[in-house]
């Protein structure tokens, strides 16, 4: 087994890895960037370097400072997480050049899957059932219209052959449509991969996302750990999973079935660790397709180490150091029922949009049955730089419905200070309707109205008398390696002296200031501010243009992300200081609405 292993991950995920690797009794070694010095991650973990600037680039992103970190501190194996270079064949290549075991499955299937229409192509040669469709790239609008029309029939999906996650998905219902969802596939497809070849596959309405986790080991042994139904999406993004899937839409003969179709794609490119076969099954019907293979650790594997008892990210790291894994098929045993709600830092009563910014107090809740997996504590600042997933909150009963009534008690006990978050939504998406009977409610996510019922109520000010602390706790870097220290004294000598950044919790006197002062100017004022820093890729308004309170001024585009931004008042446009291709920093002015 390893002795020490880099997490080349931040937030919850990689307090996740450093939790399993304590429990096995290996050493962890974090990065952080200079955003994160203070963040829960870093201090988790045994010991903590630093990466570079607040830019995933600089950062978690930055290939050559990590293999330098993983030589420097003696680390044998590096575990990606998920997002950031989890899935990039060129890095796992890197990192076993290096001489460091890369945490996933070799570099050959992240690329094979990498490449849906390469996906494709060995599935279907492999049998396992695909969306009906092309498994080659579609030449050009002339060969997409006589293949929709003759092939494949209206509706059809088009979707980049290096996307996923719904990154380059667009559908035409009919002929008329062909041509936009061709070329924005294509425009999309080339900005977030490079590539602008498409695919097409026949449209399945209203279908449900159901994907399989799965396990491998280099013995020969690939197994599965039953399904997660993550049908509630909005835009891509997940918001709720759950495992099992509603009984009323995977029986046990299904799971079985849907089983061995995974672990077949999984042994058709070797995989090893832990992977997720995705799927959709359609509506009304229990015929099942592979979608994509996510060739890592899931944000939402909790909910199947809940109704397993099997630790996926233990698992993992055994299968990486050339151990079997520690159970069979035949072990494996599904009981209850678990739930995940994201808790992201975004607005749902404004078409979710991103809404970072400082924690106060914070409590999370707790008792029977409730697993919190968070990033964040009391005092942390959620950056627009990095996800707006903070945390996770999932629960676990004996069935659905007691596990719905649980997760509406944990979300109730949950208390973020000073954030807005998604809580507000799922307390009230929960306790609908449409999710007891376990529907996909995709309208409810789009439904304004019901949206607008979650707003937030305006903060009251939240400044606190200064304290009064002789006691600081202080991080400090030497040579580039994080420290805490804690210096005794009085808080403003102390704080001048090394210029570090002050502890969460105990905000220094012109930090706490700036911050109230920023508050105070925004409130009730015409400009609007970007909330994040990106480069503006649409503006939908015109100056001299009457808007709505949420309407779209602007949309940026931040970390592959097309961010909405919407009027923070009715009235009319003013000023309007951007155009398409603007860079953005926080702050800087989008527009100036005047009231009508
Ligand atoms: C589809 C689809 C319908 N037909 N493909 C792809 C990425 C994933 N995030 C959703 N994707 C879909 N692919 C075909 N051929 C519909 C979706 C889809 C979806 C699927 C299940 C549950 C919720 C969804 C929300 C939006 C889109």
């Known amino acids: 087994m390893f002795s020490k292993v880099l997490i080349a991950n931040r937030g919850e995920i990689a307090v996740r890895i450093a939790r399993a690797l304590d429990e096995l009794s290996i050493a962890s070694a974090a990065v952080y960037s200079e955003l994160d010095r203070d963040a829960p991650h870093v201090r988790r973990a045994g010991e903590a370097y630093l990466l570079g600037g607040p830019a995933p680039a600089e950062s978690y992103l930055n290939i050559e400072r990590i293999l330098e970190l993983v030589r420097r501190c003696g680390a044998e194996a590096v575990h990606p997480g998920y997002g950031f270079l989890a899935e990039n064949a060129g890095f796992a290549r890197a990192c076993e050049e290096a001489g460091a075991v890369f945490i996933g499955p070799p570099a ?68 008329g449509e062909l041509q936009a969802a061709f070329e924005g596939a294509a425009r999309e497809g080339e900005k977030f991969f490079s590539d602008p070849t498409v695919y097409l596959e026949r449209y399945l309405p209203d279908p449900r996302h159901v994907e399989v986790q799965v396990l491998a080991d280099a013995h020969g042994n690939t197994i599965h750990l039953g399904e997660r139904d993550c049908s509630i999406q909005r835009r891509h993004q997940k918001l709720v999973e759950e ?25 058709a490119v070797e995989y090893r660790g832990a992977g997720t076969v995705e799927g959709l099954v359609a509506s009304g019907s229990s015929d099942y397709f592979f979608l994509e293979m996510n060739t890592r650790v899931q944000v939402e594997h909790c909910v199947t180490e809940m109704t397993t008892g099997v630790d996926i990210v233990k698992e993992g790291i055994r299968v990486a150091a050339g151990e079997p894994l520690s159970l069979r098929q035949e072990d494996v045993a599904l009981r209850g029922h678990a739930i995940e709600c994201r808790i992201n830092a975004e607005d749902a009563s404004k078409r979710f949009a991103p809404a970072p910014g400082r924690i106060g107090s914070y409590v999370e809740p707790s008792g029977p049955g409730v697993r919190v997996d968070s990033g964040v504590r009391a005092g942390s600042e959620v950056s627009p730089m990095y996800d707006p997933m903070v945390a996770k909150l999932i629960v676990w009963d004996s069935n659905r419905e007691a596990a719905t009534r649980r997760m509406l008690r944990a979300l109730g006990e949950y208390e973020i200070e000073g954030l807005k978050t998604l809580i507000p939504f799922h307390r009230a998406l ?165 009231d009508a």
């Open 108 to 175: 050959s299937a992240i690329e094979a899957m990498g490449s849906k229409t390469r996906a494709r192509e060995l599935m279907r040669a492999a049998g396992v059932p695909i969306v009906p469709g092309t498994v080659e790239p579609v030449a050009d609008l002339d060969a997409a219209r006589r293949i929709a029309a003759e092939e494949i029939g209206y509706p059809v999906a088009v979707k980049a052959a290096g996307g996923g996650g719904g990154k380059g998905f667009r559908v035409a219902l009919e002929e």
């Open 243 to 267: 495992s099992p899937a509603p009984a009323w839409i995977v029986d046990a003969q299904m799971r079985e079935r849907i089983g061995t179709i995974a672990v077949e794609a999984a042994r």
């Open 430 to 594: 929960l306790a609908t309707e449409q999710w007891a009977r376990g529907e996909t409610c995709r309208d409810l996510l789009e439904d304004k109205a019901w949206l607008k019922t979650l707003a937030f109520a305006k903060p009251p000010p939240t400044e606190k008398d200064d304290e009064q602390s002789v006691e600081q706790a202080y991080t400090v870097e030497v040579s580039g390696r994080r420290f805490d220290v804690r210096v005794i004294g009085p808080p403003s000598a102390a704080g001048a002296s090394n210029g570090a950044a002050p502890a969460p919790g105990r905000p220094t006197r012109g930090v706490a200031r700036k911050k109230g002062a920023a508050a105070a100017a925004m409130r009730g004022s015409d400009t609007l501010a970007s909330p994040l820093q990106g480069n503006v890729w649409k503006v939908p308004v015109k100056q001299g243009q009457h808007v709505k309170e949420g309407q779209i001024v602007t949309i940026i585009e931040a970390m592959k992300m097309e961010n909405e931004i919407t009027a923070h008042k009715a009235g009319i446009i003013g000023e309007l200081p951007i155009s398409p291709g603007d860079a953005v920093r926080i702050g800087d002015p989008l527009a100036v609405i005047k």
